[in-house]
């Protein structure tokens, strides 16, 4: 790869990284559409679904108020910090800036969106039952595990794309 190349791909990532950042933070854009908001309601529904069928398993209650679940006196609120939005942006911004074909930028965008939300789906799913039956566990878990497994599951994600279906410039 180029310097001139490396300069871009760095620069486009820094740039993107920069705008993701100012769309999901910047307060006069979040009273139009707040992006991670809309992700956190979209992760409490689904999480809530799968809850709920875990719940009649186990024969525990769950209940869901906005992005609030809980049972019995438990609860959590999946608030936007918790909707994969910045792992989200992370990947898109990466996988944005690879030189790569329009089409397999369009590909890994999907497949980013979809896999990182259902990570997210599962770890705020894994996190709610460590709350509601290992409690005293759940904030070292939530803030240094879950976090950091999203995180990770972005940047292998994005190494596996650019492996399998980018298609990056000769050396």
Not at 51 to 78: N, Q
Not at 145 to 169: G, I
Request: charged residues 10%; glycine residues 10%; aromatic residues 14%.
């Amino acid at each position: 790869m180029s310097t001139w190349l490396a300069v871009r791909v760095i620069g486009t990532f820094v740039f993107l990284i920069m705008a993701f950042f100012f769309v999901l933070t910047y307060e006069p854009i979040l009273k139009v559409v707040d992006i991670g908001a809309g992700l956190a309601q979209f992760s409490a529904w689904m999480s809530y679904g799968v809850l709920t069928v875990i719940g009649a398993l186990g024969g525990f209650p769950v209940h869901k108020i906005g992005t609030i679940m809980g049972s019995g006196a438990f609860e959590v609120d999946v608030a936007p910090a918790c909707s994969g939005a910045v792992p989200t942006s992370i990947y898109l911004a990466a996988v944005l800036a690879f030189p790569t074909s329009w089409r397999s930028r369009g590909f890994g965008t999907v497949l980013g969106i979809v896999a990182i939300q259902l990570v997210n789906i599962v770890r705020v799913c894994g996190l709610f039952l460590i709350g509601l039956f290992f409690h005293e566990i759940f904030h070292d878990t939530h803030v240094y595990v879950a976090q950091a497994l999203v995180v990770c599951v972005a940047v292998a994600l994005w190494l596996f794309w650019a492996s399998r279906y980018a298609d990056a410039p000769a050396h």
